[in-house]
């Protein structure tokens, strides 16, 4: 078997997305552990890091703007890239300042990309 070759080709920090009368929403930042009693949305379709005992909402669906609805018409919590976050048009989209967690895009190979392959690998880390 070869070995797998990892190549990142994007990171993007997280936000909460919250509703706009959220104690929480005005502020510059939130720490993970200011979340620690917040009702969240359970989403383990989009394998985001806030599933847990105090779930109000389980959403099986893997759209991260309906997931964002559902956090802006007060359902719950969900921490998401700030990007999607900001572009779910609704509520407030708060960054995470600690600990620094990040969605993370890698292109994984079977062995070491060469051709088109490696071109592609190139251009995304670049």
Known sequence: MAPLTVTGAGEEEL???LPAGHPLAGRADVRLDD?????????PGVGL?????????RYHGTDLLAL????AAGHGLVLMP???????GAGVAVPLSAPRLVRR???LSPGRPTGM???????LAG
């Not at 979340?35 to 989403?43: V, W």
């Not at 890091?49 to 909402?57: F, G, T, Y």
């Not at 700030?82 to 779910?88: D, T």
């Open 15 to 17: 936000a909460v997305l």
């Open 82 to 88: 700030r990007r999607v976050a900001r572009a779910a």
């Open 35 to 43: 979340l620690a009693d917040a009702r969240r949305i359970d989403a």
């Open 105 to 107: 895009t890698e292109l």
């Open 49 to 57: 890091p806030l599933a847990a005992a105090r779930a109000r909402v």
């Open 68 to 71: 964002g609805a559902l956090a």
């Open 117 to 123: 392959a490696a071109a592609l690998a190139a251009r």
